[in-house]
């Protein structure tokens, strides 16, 4: 480029100093668009260590399930990517979680099912607790979705959001497998827990970019994000009325 050659800024390169959500998440590395192995092992180990912090009522055990739990990260990643028009990503993100929460729902069910052999299994009060109805978990829920965005945009992400936020994603889904055998009859009861803490971070995180004002630089872009976003978050409020009126039943 000749001396006299000045570029129009916000054209060819981002402004300077100012990032987006979504460049600042590829630079954290995460990646939870796609099963490995890494992944799964995390988050069954983290179901592990909740199920039987769960049968020993040690709350201290289940907030170390909830410590090591890689269950945001996917939620998290594909609401950023939502935010950036990428619908394709967005659906990867949220498949992956919608996997992974089976498999432990299905793991815990299955240990539960040998423990049963050796040991009486009891219903705790820790367990109980998640069977209860309660409607204020998805409000916890929605405010720890904003919470998550507000702290990655200050830099807190892994402090606030690793021990803040899936605290309301392992024991529920665990305690969702654990009724299977235990207490059949309370099997819907454990899932909308589960449900209502997913959908209520969802609803939080896309309150908090609508908030924000985070998406592409491009106009024309931001217009389209806008458009999902919206859309998206008609259909999560949609869900959590539809959990909330089946818990009040």
């Known amino acids: 480029m000749n001396s006299g050659e000045t570029s129009e800024p916000g054209k060819d390169s981002p402004p300077s100093g100012k990032t987006t959500l979504l460049e600042e998440l590829l630079e954290l590395g995460l990646r939870t668009d796609f099963l490995d192995f890494q992944l799964i092992v995390l988050t069954l180990l983290a179901g592990i260590v909740a199920l039987f912090g769960l049968f020993l009522n040690n709350v201290a055990v289940i907030i170390g399930a909830m410590v090591i739990s890689p269950l945001l990260e996917p939620i998290y990643a594909g609401t950023v990517f939502l935010a950036e028009g990428d619908v394709r990503k967005f659906l990867e993100h949220m498949m992956v979680a919608l996997v992974l929460i089976l498999m432990l729902i ?105 908030a924000l004002g985070i998406g592409p630089r491009s106009d024309v872009k931001k217009k389209l994000t806008r458009k999902n976003v919206y859309l998206m978050l008609a259909c999560v409020v949609n869900l959590l009325i539809i959990i909330w009126y089946s818990l009040s039943i």
């Open 106 to 210: 299905i793991v815990s069910a299955v240990i539960t099912w040998v423990l049963s052999f050796f040991v009486p299994l009891a219903v705790t009060p820790e367990i109980a607790s998640r069977l209860q109805q309660q409607d204020i978990s998805a409000v916890l829920a929605i405010i720890l979705g904003i919470t998550a965005i507000f702290a990655h945009k200050r830099g807190f992400i892994a402090s606030v959001i690793g021990i803040g936020v899936a605290v309301a994603l392992v024991p529920p889904a665990v305690v969702t497998g654990i009724t299977i055998l235990l207490l059949p009859t309370r099997i819907i009861d454990a899932l909308s827990l589960t449900l209502n803490n997913i959908f209520g971070l969802f609803a939080g995180m896309l309150i908090a970019i609508l």
